[in-house]
């Protein structure tokens, strides 16, 4: 009779980043698992101990936080400007983004006190800014912003219930330009982070309506949208414009071949992609 | 009969960062006032804007974003590794910090869902990776994180909901030696940031026992703490170790001269501390 791994091997070999195909490994019997589990389990924690000695050594920086920065210096290099918005946001904020609650977004959201919550997405507050600069700035008005987002995940593979968002906006002469544009600009930020192997599909999403999405295998890792658009007149934008957003954690998961995204994350269980308790 | 500003003009000059010598100025009456009223605000609000235009055709990055930079750079060179840990944090991390309900900081703690709250300060996350990497890395643990934290405060003045707080700790051989390294690094911090005008004060502070102080004019720009110390314990701590906490945008303020520090956080109504609806 044959076994395979328990259910708590399983779980510690995804905690120490094994490559999927061990995970259905098959063994004569128990001795021959225990024996296995024994060896990888060791040569895991080791590898998992070296990439840690390697942050403390060598990069002394996460690659979240090196992707965020080169992501920063090349869109202000772009003429892109940095914003930083409050990450509690008011109800109304989120109605003026028509997530009401019959929005599918809505059950994902986090409520803090009575009408405030934690942002899902940067958009409400840099449409907010879009306004205000667009009278002082003329066009075209580039802006940005990168940091925390909260969404009430299923916790999958590839989602997280804090994730860092970098959200990109353009606003100015861009009329039948949106998105050729949108595809420039993504490919700006694909090469800041390194990622070649990439595409740009078109798809349609529940609050932006068409949207050019920035895939790689089969993640999605960022989504671009363009205007004149349905949502532009609350927030008082009459001019066209084209923004995108990527969820950081995904490029990391990308650049690093993580099989969770967890390991990307804001965490205490993992640092730089590396198990801790090992 | 002489008259002073209304309660309107009042907020207005505060909004557009008029100099508090201003606020108290006396006028013969009200056609004199509204007069000068007028010109003043014009005056302040080109200032404000000729401020966002800098931003959008020079610096393109806040102060706030630049100062957080510069210390991650400085202190990455100095051997410290940044982390990047949860922004919510459970209750439980909250009682080990001994911030349960009889303390004076659980009022301002917002509580998210029913055992979560948004983290009011980075150090027990900080704790909790202090012992795995001590373990890992072997002494010195030199780390430190920069990011959001929350309390709800009165907004006065120098308090936000909202704010950005660096702290960096190191765990080491340091018995004897914690005051002169806490000072060491506390001069560090302030010259990466360019802020020369600061004193080094001893205090005693709730959770932390005696601190050394980092303080300008009348602001605490940062609060420094040190161990073997009662809290470490429950966390698993042994080591001597020395941290320090910064509020960046108490950095912001004392090097921009600002009066209120509204005008260097998150904000919607402010952006690298001009105002908006000018």
Known sequence: MSVTWTATQKQRLSELDADEALHDQVFADTAEREEHFKQLERKLAAKNKEELLALKNDSLRPLLCQLESRLVDRLTKEGFVQVVTPILLSRGMLNKMTITPEHPLVKQVFWVDKDKCLR?????????????????????????????????????????????????????????????????????????????????EKDECHVYGNTIDVISGDLELGSGAYGPHKLDPPWGIVDPWVGIGFGLERLVVTVKGHKNIRRAGRSLSYLDGARLNI
Chains 1, 2 share one sequence.
Request: hydrophobic share 40%.
């Open 120 to 200: 899902p997405m940067l958009a409400p507050n840099l449409y907010h800014l879009l306004r205000d600069l667009r009278r002082l700035w003329g066009k075209p008005v580039r802006i940005f912003e990168v940091g925390p987002c909260f969404r009430k995940e299923s916790q999958g593979a590839y989602h997280l219930n804090e994730f860092t968002m970098l959200n990109l906006v353009e606003l100015g002469d861009l009329e039948g330009q949106q998105e050729e544009r949108l595809r420039e600009l993504a490919n700006i930020a694909m090469d800041a982070a390194g990622i070649k192997n990439y595409r740009l």
